[in-house]
Nanobody, 119 residues
Framework: VQLVESGGGLVQAGGSLRLSCVVS????????MGWYRQAPGKQRERVALITPDGGSTNYENFVKGRFTISRDNAKNTMYLQMNNLKPEDTAVYYC?????????????WGQGTQVTVSS
């Protein structure tokens, strides 16, 4: 499985960005998809999750009401719409896919895309 993120950039506080993650390769056994972020000097943290069918989503409290995760199965793409961005949202954002084949769990990550929010 290969993941390619795009859509990061520099934006002022209160602005918006939409991140995209194109998923390719063998996605049989796809179990979970999500976005994570890592700010300088901090551990990577989960931002939002979505089920493979897009029917269920979950958000961390610090993005609830501001970010929306979605996916377009026809385009094999997952999105993260980020509104009302804050300086503390500055981080490298990564998309993540988990597949399960029997007893084995496979964890895939994209290369990351930088989001910088200026005050």
């Amino acid at each position: 499985v290969q993941l390619v993120e795009s859509g990061g950039g520099l934006v002022q506080a209160g602005g918006s960005l939409r991140l995209s993650c194109v998923v390719s390769g063998d996605t049989i056994g796809l179990n979970a998809m999500g976005w994570y972020r890592q700010a300088p000097g901090k551990q990577r943290e989960r931002v939002a999750l979505i089920t493979p069918d897009g029917g269920s989503t979950n958000y961390e409290n610090f993005v609830k009401g501001r970010f929306t995760i979605s996916r377009d199965n026809a385009k094999n793409t997952m999105y993260l719409q980020m509104n009302n961005l804050k300086p503390e949202d500055t981080a490298v954002y990564y998309c993540n896919v988990v597949t399960i084949h029997g007893p084995t769990v496979y964890d895939y990550w994209g290369q990351g895309t930088q989001v910088t929010v200026s005050s």
